[in-house]
């Protein structure tokens, strides 16, 4: 099993900054791909941005520019630094990892973002 905790979430002014944090323990595979996800009212759960444990990212359009995910590999953590924010970035994000043979996908209980225009 892979536990996944994130923090950093929070208040903040559009144009301000956050950044939000994900540690990962349990049984996690050296091949692996850590990940931002976030869900405002009413939407769907979208992609925010990737990290491979190589360290190749992917971000969503809407955050290019903006926001910066990187991680420990050692620590097994990840990193999501937030700049910029705009009132649309408010959402609960997700951390999520994906490992294994199968690429098995798992969540953490999210963390609330509000961005006040």
């Known amino acids: 099993q892979v536990q996944l905790v994130e923090s950093g979430g929070g208040l903040v002014q559009a144009g301000g900054s956050l950044r939000l944090s994900c540690a990962a323990s349990?049984?996690?595979?050296?091949?692996?791909?850590m990940g931002w996800y976030r869900q405002a009212p009413g939407k769907q759960r979208e992609l925010v941005a990737t990290?491979?444990?190589?360290?190749?990212?992917d971000y969503a359009d809407s955050v290019k520019g903006r926001f910066t995910i990187s991680r420990d590999n050692a620590k097994n953590t990840a990193s999501l630094q937030m700049n910029s924010l705009k009132f649309d970035d408010t959402a609960v994000y997700f951390c999520?990892?994906?490992?294994?043979?199968?690429?098995?996908?798992?969540w953490g209980k999210g963390t609330l973002v509000t961005v006040s225009a």
């Open positions: 999520n990892l994906k490992t294994g043979p199968l690429l098995r996908s798992y």
């Open positions: 349990g049984s996690i595979f050296v091949i692996n791909i």
């Open positions: 990290i491979t444990h190589e360290g190749r990212t």
